[in-house]
């Protein structure tokens, strides 16, 4: 299956990818475009857009694409993955859906591996998706202690 985005990637467009990869389509192709080209590029390749504006995997109300992805797929009964969802969404917008302290540290590593001058969206994301792994363990240490709004609440 193949996914269409953005190009020049930040916190959704690099958790996304990480998500579909580890919970829906572990096969799947990410392209990453212009953004007045990423309908008609999604149109000829038969890709799935994400993180586009008026896309149903994208932001809606103060949920991002991160959010509607985990619903659309029904990931919603996995607490770990739903405390990860509140950071990403923290990270990628104005936080103020949940206030989630550990959003911040994830939108300031987001900032720094932007500016390690990766190639392209693929090489960032290859590069970061390590940063999710790590959250998502986070995650599920915080859910194994019983903190499901995470260590600093």
Known sequence: ??????ENVHVDRVACPWLIRRFVDPKAEFLFVP???VMAVAE????TPYDVKGVELGHHGKEC???AIVKKHGLTSDPALMLLARIVNGADTDNSLWNQPESAGLKAVAEGFRGLGYQDDHALNAAEWIVYDALYAYCQQ???QGRLEGAFR
């Open 65 to 67: 694409s991160f959010d």
């Open 44 to 47: 000829r390749e038969q890709a």
């Open 142 to 144: 915080m859910v194994q």
């Open 1 to 6: 299956m193949k996914w269409i985005t953005r």
């Open 35 to 37: 953004a007045d080209q």
